[in-house]
């Protein structure tokens, strides 16, 4: 039970990295989060961790398309694996290259860099796992990578298991969170981040000892409204004779991270402000069945909204949401998984944040495990089910067909690669065409999210091997 999310994993031939045109550089980098070529528009990573690499099985890969003023381009794309010039390692079968993501810019320069998880990767001969990789942004793209060489965590097993960037000491410069299942569980490398692989400072974080929650999962954003970030850690505490999942917020100070208040347990979350307060929400994701060891499970899964103020959790009391909550489409079956995948943005431009959610194993009729995604919104009152729009392969305007276990909305994204304003939908169906995987990009006007225009492609369209590759399994930009 401790490490459940290994229960969540979709668990090249070569590599290839494709020089972007010299009008696609910008003159100065924009500063603009999840903009890997300073151009002024949001990019995409998409990862096939089960991509075969030099002949080798599951050795893993990292697609990386470019945002334009017209929206993501699959034609200006790179590939990155181990294969690839520049980027440490060698592909190995089961190195699941990929299926760790972030983004962040580590060493200040204006440009957002790439943080892969190697947590699979073997260090030499000893029992030690686990590499994090930095591929770093420029003008042209992605192109070198360095491996976070000092200071280290003296024992390292799958180090990068989860990954998370944010400034939680408020200096200004991006620091990086990684989960290791040896101890200390969490490691926090303070920034900057040298290309050279060197952090300013490394703090290991005993999370079990200091509040019963193991690090299984971390995410980023500001919940207090301070300028700092904060990080959640997901995992699971000890309950009766068993466990539950949990979640603790740990607040950032000019001293770093200092272990707060408890929220909802699940297996993803945001931190975002869906009513425009000023204060980050927490929202989780927990596609179990409600149970003693699921408390925040549902019928069908559930996404639990834990209000921010500034001294961290508000009083307010945290507002559920399923398939049954008034206003979502569907219905609440059981095995549905509604909550696997989240994510935020401002679909609309009327700024309240509202969130992707993946159900990956809904039915459509009698086709099984098609999958489909449900954008709710924010507003004044918090995360609503009212005005939620549900996307399927079966909508009108969403190219293919549902077919069983494709798993639409296994990974989703909200992001503006536009610069419009408003964010638009990225959806992956990690078990398209037997698991070789695809993704789906979904436009958005002034009444949200829109089938109209939407457009799809796999792991050939961008230059990567296809088969089995589960393209799609993650999404960061």
């Known amino acids: 039970m401790r490490r459940c999310t290994l229960l969540l994993a979709t668990a090249l031939t070569t590599g290839l990295l494709t020089a972007l045109p010299a009008t696609q550089a910008a003159a100065a980098p924009s500063g603009l989060s999840g903009d890997f070529n300073g151009d002024g528009h949001r990019d995409l990573a998409i990862a096939a961790p089960l991509g075969k690499i030099a002949g080798k099985t599951a050795a893993g890969y990292v697609a990386v398309v470019y945002g334009t003023a017209n929206g993501l381009d699959s034609s200006k794309r790179q590939i990155v694996s181990q294969a690839t010039d520049g980027i440490p390692g060698v592909p190995e079968s089961q190195d699941y290259f990929g299926d760790r993501l972030t983004t962040g810019d580590l060493d200040d320069d204006g440009y957002t860099d790439l943080i892969v998880g190697v947590h699979a990767e073997r260090i030499g001969s000893t029992d030690d796992s686990g590499v994090l990789t ?199 079956e059981r095995n549905d998984r509604f909550g696997w995948s989240l994510s935020a943005g401002d679909t609309n431009d009327d700024g309240y944040t509202d969130i992707a959610v993946g159900t990956p194993y809904e039915a459509l009729g009698s086709v099984k495990q098609a999958g489909m995604v449900t954008v709710l919104r924010g507003s004044a009152s918090g995360l609503t089910g009212n005005g939620a729009k549900s996307f399927s392969q079966n909508t009108a305007g969403v190219p293919g067909t549902a077919e069983a276990y494709d798993h639409f909305g296994y990974a989703v994204r909200l992001t503006d690669a536009s610069g419009d304003g408003r964010a638009e939908l990225v959806a992956s169906a990690s078990g398209e065409n037997t698991g070789d995987g695809a993704v789906w990009l979904l436009k958005s006007t002034s009444s949200g999210v829109t089938a109209t225009g939407s457009k799809s492609f796999g792991a050939a369209t961008v230059g990567g091997p296809a088969a089995d590759a589960a393209f799609g399994d993650v999404l960061a930009g």
Do not use: C, H
Not at 141 to 156: C, F, I, Q, W
Not at 248 to 253: C, D, E, I, N
């Open 134 to 332: 930095v591929v770093w942004g420029g003008a042209s793209g992605l192109k070198t990578a360095t491996d976070l060489s000092a200071p280290l965590p003296e024992n390292r097993n799958e180090l990068g298991w989860s990954v998370a960037t944010g400034d939680f000491d408020g200096d200004g410069d991006t620091d990086l969170a990684a989960a290791n299942i040896a101890y200390p569980e969490l490691n926090v490398f303070e920034g900057p981040i040298t290309r050279t692989g060197k952090a300013a400072e490394l703090t290991g974080v005993d999370t079990s000892a200091q509040t019963g929650i193991n690090t299984d999962r971390v995410v980023a954003g500001d919940v207090t409204g301070d300028g700092r970030s904060d990080l959640l850690v997901m995992g699971q505490e000890a309950a009766g004779d068993g466990y539950r999942t949990r979640s603790v917020l740990y607040k950032g100070s000019a001293t770093g991270l200092t272990p707060g208040g408890k929220a909802a347990g699940g297996y993803d979350a945001v931190i975002a402000d869906v009513n425009k307060d000023g204060y980050g929400d927490i929202v989780t994701g927990n596609f179990m069945e409600k149970s003693a060891e699921e408390p925040n499970g549902g019928p069908g899964g559930a996404v639990t909204v834990t209000y921010g103020a500034a001294g961290g959790l508000s009083t307010r009391t945290p507002v559920r949401i399923t398939q049954d909550t008034a206003g979502v489409p569907g219905a609440a």
